[in-house]
T-cell receptor, first 114, second 112 residues
Framework: KNQVEQSPQSLIILEGKNCTLQ??????????LRWYKQDTGRGPVSLTI?????NTKSNGRYTATLDADTKQSSLHITASQLSDSASYIC?????????????FGRGTQLTVWP | NAGVTQTPKFQVLKTGQSMTLQCAQD?????MSWYRQDPGMGLRLIHY???????DQGEVPNGYNVSRSTTEDFPLRLLSAAPSQTSVYFC???????????FGNGTRLTVT
């Protein structure tokens, strides 16, 4: 069964600290893995998209890694800011259809305290 | 560029009523889709479209209809609202299969 599991479910860190969010998936055949940030009351916003051949991608203070062999990804946030408080969603796409079926994780709720 | 615009932002319906959630995008994206987001669950695909005149069912299509007469608009119709349809609904569009999804800011629907 194709699934995307994220950990931890929630995380609290102090402003300025780093953190790492995890995503494990069983989706096959794999096409790409995406990380989205969702602020409260808003729609998700894309942070990164990685295909099979990419193992690291950065977007400012956000760095995503992908290990397609172990089917694991992580999102590392450096020097956290209050505005990083949000839900971070891992999404994996398969290659089985025209649109590419997307499998959504339940998200990690990050809270950054001053 | 407004991106993806959803209306209304909030809606309360009584069981059995019907309504249409509106979604419009100005990015000339061929792909558009509707999702629902419930507490503790990942986003679930309701219906999607790969271009004007072409729609297909997603993971949870029952109780919903869609049509795509133009590239810009992709309305979602609730035929006879039920309390189980209480949720936050997101419309999204993208350029293609590997392109990022652009989401609207959602419609929060409550069915009493």
């Amino acid at each position: 069964k194709n699934q995307v599991e994220q950990s931890p479910q929630s995380l609290i860190i102090l402003e300025g600290k780093n953190c790492t969010l995890q995503c494990n998936y069983t989706v096959s055949p794999f096409s790409n893995l995406r990380w989205y940030k969702q602020d409260t009351g808003r729609g998700p916003v894309s942070l990164t998209i990685m295909t099979f051949s990419e193992n690291t991608k950065s977007n400012g203070r956000y760095t995503a890694t992908l290990d397609a062999d172990t089917k694991q990804s992580s999102l590392h946030i450096t020097a956290s800011q209050l505005s990083d408080s949000a839900s971070y969603i891992c999404v994996v796409s398969d290659r089985g259809s025209t649109l590419g079926r997307l499998y959504f994780g339940r998200g990690t709720q990050l809270t950054v305290w001053p | 560029n407004a991106g993806v615009t959803q209306t209304p932002k909030f809606q309360v319906l009584k069981t059995g009523q019907s309504m249409t959630l509106q979604c419009a995008q100005d990015m000339n994206h061929e792909y558009m889709s509707w999702y629902r987001q419930d507490p503790g669950m990942g986003l679930r695909l309701i219906h999607y479209s790969v271009g004007a005149g072409i729609t297909d069912q997603g993971e949870v299509p029952n109780g919903y209809n869609v049509s795509r007469s133009t590239t810009e608009d992709f309305p979602l119709r609730l035929l006879s609202a039920a309390p189980s349809q209480t949720s936050v609904y997101f419309c999204a569009s993208s350029l293609g299969r590997v392109a990022p999804l652009h989401f609207g800011n959602g419609t929060r629907l409550t069915v009493t």
